[in-house]
C-alpha cells in the first residue's frame, strides 16, 4: 500500500483526460481487467491518501450501519452510489446490531455512530475526532470481512466522505469493485462557496438550484444569495417578497440543506436606509424574520457600491461629532443588527458584511473607525488588492487582517463577467497563495459569471483550492473540471475552453494553439515552415469543427446556450486561421494567383468575425490574423535582432551602418499601412486593423527618429540632436496612448532605451493631471495639498512615493504622505504591472518615469 501525502500524485495519474487504472499504483498487480476502467476523478484533493491495488468487489448485497444521529444525507448519498453499482439488496443495519452482509458499511462519525469507533479500532486508523470541522476518515479494508467505514467530524465530514465513497467504485466487467483505501481529508478553508453578487440578469431558479448541486458535489459549503438586479436585494429591500419568489427562496433553503450547503440570505440597503432610523430597522428585521420562519440562519447586510455620504438627515445630524461619520453610522446599524437580531435567535450565524471601501489592503480614515466601532464578531468581506485582483498574497492578507481586525472572507471577483459581458472566464483560479486561511482569512467566496453552467467549469477549481490550496495545481485542476463537465464531450469541450481561458487574473491564453503559433512563426523566419504550417493547420481545423462536435457530444442545453455566439465565432476564427496559413505560404513560396485568393477569403472570414462582439483566443487569433494579412511575423524575430546588432556597434566605436540597416527597417514598417491601404479595397476591413496600422506608423516613425537622435548625439550634433528628441518625446507619448497590438515588446522599449540611457527605465506615462478628481482611465498626482487621502472610488490602482521610491501599492483613497505623494491610475494596471516596493519613480515635464530598483551605472 502506497502512502501519499496530499493524494496528489494519484490524481495526476487521472488527469490527462485519462482515467486511473488500478495498475498505476504503485505495488499494482494488474487485476484490473482490459475492458475494465478505474475512474476516480476525485474533486476536491484529498489531503492525505492511501491506497492500493488490492479490494473487493461491491456485491449485490451490501449492509449499511447506521444510527439515530447519522446524517440523512449521507445515507442517501450511499444508497444512489450502491444502486448505481447495481447492488440488489441493501441492509440497513442499526448500531449494536449484528452484521453478517459480505459487504458491509458504517456510516457515521463516532458522534453519529456508536459502531464506527470501534471497527475503525479494529482496523488500527485513527478517528476523526482530532480533524477539522467537515473532515472525515474512509476506510475500505479486506481481511475477510470487506468493511468500510465512512466516518465525519461532524455530519458534513460524513456526508463529504460518502461523496468520495462515491468517486473510489470502480467499474469492472461483472462486479464494480472497490480498492482498499484510507482517507484523511478535511477542508482548509471554513467558508468556500459563491456569492451571486453580480450586476446584470440573475440566476434564474433552476440555475440555482443546479448550483447547490454541484456545490455538494465538489463539497462547497456556502452560497450568498445576493443579485444586485434583483430589485428585493437591493433598490427596493423595504418591500416583501412576493410568495412565488419566497416558495422559490424556501425550495433553495431546502436544496441548500440537502447539499450541506450554508444559504446566506443578504440584503444590500445602503442606496437609501436611514442607518439611525427605527422605521427602516424595522422593515429590515421584519424581512429578515421573515426569512428565518423559511429555514435561514446565515445573514449578511451589505453595503458595497454606495456613496460615501449620509443621505438621511436624522443620521446626518447623529453621527455629525464622529471622526468619521459614514463609518460610525454603517457599524451603528450592523451592531445593532447583531444586537437585536443576530443575538436573539438561537442558532443564527454569525453576521457578513462588505464595507464600502472593500478593496485594497491598507488602512484609511474610513476602515480605522469602521474596524474600531464594529462589533468583533462580524465577518467582513474585502476583494483583495483591487475589485478584481490578480493576486492574493499572504502578506496582504495579513495588512488588511490588521486594519479591519476582524474575520475577513475573500470576495473573489472571480470568474464574475458582469463588466465584461462579451467574455466568459473559464480557466482555474490562479494567484491566490496557498496559506491565507493562517493569516485572518476565513474563507473564499467566488463572485461567479450570469452564465451559471459555464461557471461550473472555474468554480470546481476554486473548490479544489479552497479545500487543500497545498495541493493545487491550477492546470491539474482545470484538466479535470472539464473531464467532469464535459463527460464524453471532454476533448472536444478541451478545445472550445481552452481558447476562452485567458482572464482580468490570467493572461494565459489558448493553451494548444498559442505554442504552435509561435513555432509556424519562428519557422517561417527561419525557412522551412512546412511542416509548422501544416500542425498549425490541423490545430485550425480541429477549432472550427469543434463547436458542431460539442453539440453533438454534449447534452447540456443550458450550457451550450450559452456559448452560442462564442463557439459560433471560434469556428469562423478557425477557418480564418487555416486560411491565414494558406496565404502567408502561398505569399512565401512565390504562388501569387493562389496568394490573392486566400488573402480575400481571409479578409471576408475576419470581417464575419468582427460582426460577433464576443471574444474568444484573446490576444492570439485575432492578432494571428491580421500579422498574417499583413505578413508582418513578429517583431521578436525579425527586427530585434537587428536592434541588438545596433547596440553592439553603437556602444562601441561605429553604430553607423547598423543605423542606416535599422533606420531602413523602419521605414519599411512605416510604408506598411499606405501599401495595405493601397491593395485592400475593403474598408470593414481596414477600419478593424486601424489600431495595428497606427502602431507600425507610429512606432516605425518613432524609431526612425531615435535613431538620427542617437547618432546626432554620438557626433556632437547638440541642436540636432535636441530637435530630434523633442520629437520623440512627443511621438512616445502619442504612442502610449494607442491600443498596443504591434510594436510595445520591441519598438517601445527600444524607444525607452533610446531616450532614458542613463536610466533602467521600465515605462513611462504622461500625468493627466495634479490633484483633481480621477477621471475614467486617467493617472493623476496626490501632493500633501489636496487632501488627507485621495478620496478615490474602488475603481482604480494607487502606489504611494516617498523619497522617490514606492514604499505601498494597491487600493484607493490612499492617505498622502506629508513627505511624499500618490500616483493613482483608473480602470487600468499600469502602476501594478510595472511598479514594486522599491521601484524608483521618477516626474520629469509631466511625464512619470518608472524607474527599475537597480538603475545602469
Known amino acids: 500500500m502506497s502512502f501519499l501525502k496530499h493524494g496528489k500524485q494519484v490524481l495526476a495519474v487521472c488527469v490527462t483526460f485519462g482515467l486511473c487504472t488500478l495498475s498505476a499504483f504503485p505495488n499494482g498487480t494488474g487485476q484490473a481487467s482490459a475492458a475494465g476502467r478505474g475512474d476516480f476523478a476525485l474533486n476536491p484533493t484529498p489531503q492525505e491518501l492511501k491506497i492500493s491495488d488490492k479490494g473487493f468487489p461491491l456485491t449485490p448485497n451490501v449492509g449499511i450501519v447506521v444510527d439515530k444521529k447519522t446524517d440523512e444525507q449521507a445515507i442517501n448519498e450511499v444508497v444512489e452510489a450502491l444502486e448505481a453499482a447495481d447492488v440488489k439488496q441493501i441492509v440497513r443495519i442499526h448500531a449494536g446490531e449484528k452484521v453478517t452482509t459480505p459487504v458491509t458499511i458504517w456510516v457515521g462519525g463516532p458522534s453519529e455512530n456508536k459502531d464506527s469507533a470501534a471497527v475503525l479500532d479494529q482496523m488500527g486508523v485513527v478517528g476523526p475526532e482530532s480533524l477539522k470541522d467537515e473532515g472525515y476518515v474512509l476506510v475500505s479494508k479486506q481481511k475477510g470481512k470487506n468493511q468500510i467505514v465512512l466516518a465525519g467530524k461532524d455530519k458534513a465530514g460524513t456526508y463529504y466522505a460518502a461523496k468520495t465513497f462515491k468517486h473510489l467504485i470502480q467499474e469492472r466487467e461483472g462486479r464494480d469493485w472497490i480498492p482498499e483505501a484510507e482517507i484523511h481529508d478535511w477542508p482548509e478553508m471554513p467558508i468556500r462557496g459563491s456569492i451571486e453578487g453580480f450586476y446584470g440578469p440573475p440566476w434564474t431558479h433552476e440555475d440555482r438550484i443546479s448550483q447547490l448541486e454541484f456545490y455538494g458535489e465538489n463539497k462547497l459549503n456556502t452560497y450568498i444569495y445576493a443579485p444586485k438586479d434583483d430589485p428585493y436585494h437591493r433598490e427596493n429591500w423595504r418591500d416583501p417578497y412576493p410568495e412565488a419568489e419566497l416558495a422559490e427562496i424556501t425550495e433553495l433553503i431546502e436544496k441548500a440543506k440537502e447539499n450541506h450547503v450554508k444559504f446566506t440570505f443578504s440584503l444590500s440597503p445602503g442606496q437609501s436606509i436611514c442607518y439611525s432610523g427605527d422605521q427602516d430597522f424595522a422593515l429590515l428585521e421584519k424581512k429578515m424574520d421573515t426569512m428565518w420562519d423559511l429555514g435561514v440562519r446565515s445573514y449578511a447586510i451589505f453595503l458595497d457600491d454606495i456613496d460615501m455620504n449620509l443621505s438621511c438627515q436624522q443620521d ?480 482604480g490602482y494607487e502606489i504611494t512615493v516617498i523619497d522617490g521610491k514606492v514604499v505601498k501599492r494597491g487600493g484607493n483613497n490612499s492617505a498622502i504622505p506629508k513627505n511624499g505623494y500618490v500616483l493613482s491610475i483608473h480602470a487600468n494596471d499600469w502602476l501594478r504591472d510595472n511598479t514594486t516596493i522599491g521601484t524608483s519613480i521618477q516626474i520629469e515635464n509631466g511625464v512619470v518615469l518608472v524607474i527599475s530598483p537597480e538603475e545602469k551605472n
Request: hydrophobic share 35%.
Open 316 to 795: 446626518r445630524e447623529k453621527f455629525a461629532g464622529d471622526t468619521n461619520p459614514v463609518a460610525a453610522a454603517h457599524a451603528y446599524l450592523l451592531n445593532r443588527f447583531t444586537e437585536e437580531f443576530i443575538n436573539t435567535h438561537e442558532g443564527a450565524e454569525r453576521l457578513i458584511t462588505v464595507p464600502t471601501d472593500y478593496s485594497g489592503n491598507g488602512p484609511s480614515p474610513y476602515r480605522d473607525r469602521f474596524a474600531e466601532l464594529l462589533d468583533k464578531d462580524t465577518v467582513v468581506m474585502w476583494t483583495g488588492q483591487k475589485v478584481v485582483s490578480e493576486q492574493v498574497a499572504a502578506e496582504e492578507a495579513d495588512e488588511v487582517h490588521g486594519v479591519f481586525k476582524h474575520d475577513m472572507l475573500l470576495w473573489d471577483n472571480y470568474p464574475v463577467n458582469d463588466y465584461d459581458r462579451n467574455s466568459l472566464f473559464l480557466g482555474p483560479i490562479v494567484g491566490r497563495d496557498a496559506d491565507l486561511s493562517k493569516h485572518g482569512v476565513a474563507g473564499l467566496t467566488a463572485n461567479p459569471m450570469n452564465e451559471a453552467e459555464a461557471s461550473k467549469i472555474p468554480l470546481y477549481t476554486i473548490a479544489d483550492y479552497t479545500w487543500n490550496p497545498a495541493a493545487y495545481d491550477p492546470i491539474d485542476s482545470w484538466k479535470r473540471s472539464i473531464q467532469s463537465f464535459g463527460g464524453e464531450a471532454a476533448e472536444t469541450l478541451k478545445t472550445v475552453a481552452e481558447n476562452m481561458y485567458s482572464s482580468p487574473i490570467n493572461s494565459t491564453e489558448s493553451l494548444t494553439l498559442t505554442p504552435l503559433i509561435d513555432a509556424f512563426w519562428k519557422a517561417y523566419v527561419a525557412g522551412d515552415a512546412d511542416q509548422a504550417a501544416e500542425q498549425l493547420i490541423a490545430e485550425f481545423k480541429k477549432i472550427q469543427h469543434a463547436p458542431a462536435k460539442l453539440q453533438q457530444e454534449m447534452d447540456n442545453k443550458k450550457f451550450l446556450q450559452e456559448i452560442k455566439p462564442y463557439v459560433e465565432k471560434l469556428n469562423i476564427y478557425g477557418k480564418a486561421g487555416e486560411t491565414a496559413v494558406q496565404y502567408v505560404m502561398a505569399q512565401k513560396n512565390g504562388h501569387t494567383d493562389q496568394a490573392s485568393v486566400y488573402r480575400k477569403q481571409l479578409i471576408t472570414l475576419f470581417n464575419q468575425s468582427e460582426q460577433i462582439p464576443q471574444k474568444v483566443g484573446q490576444g492570439v487569433i485575432k492578432p494571428f490574423l491580421v500579422k498574417s494579412a499583413l505578413v508582418v511575423p513578429p517583431l521578436e524575430l525579425t527586427l530585434q535582432p537587428v536592434i541588438d546588432q545596433f547596440w553592439k556597434a553603437y556602444e562601441g566605436r561605429g553604430g553607423s551602418q547598423e543605423a542606416e540597416q535599422l533606420i531602413t527597417e523602419f521605414k519599411e514598417l512605416q510604408q506598411i499601412p499606405e501599401t495595405i491601404r493601397k491593395d485592400i479595397d475593403n474598408e470593414a476591413f481596414l477600419t478593424a486593423i486601424d489600431p495595428f496600422l497606427q502602431n507600425l506608423t507610429i512606432y516605425g516613425e518613432a524609431g526612425e527618429v531615435a535613431l538620427h537622435y542617437l547618432m546626432a548625439d554620438k557626433n556632437g550634433k547638440t541642436d540636432e540632436a535636441n530637435s530630434y528628441k523633442d520629437t520623440l518625446k512627443t511621438l512616445m507619448m502619442q504612442a502610449y496612448q494607442q491600443p498596443q497590438e504591434i510594436g510595445k515588446e520591441v519598438i517601445k522599449l527600444f524607444l525607452i532605451n533610446s531616450m532614458w540611457r542613463d536610466l533602467d527605465v521600465v515605462d513611462y506615462r504622461m500625468l493627466d493631471g495634479v490633484n483633481k478628481s480621477r477621471g475614467a482611465g486617467q493617472l493623476i498626482q496626490y501632493t500633501p495639498v489636496y487632501c488627507e487621502t485621495t478620496r478615490t472610488n474602488p475603481w
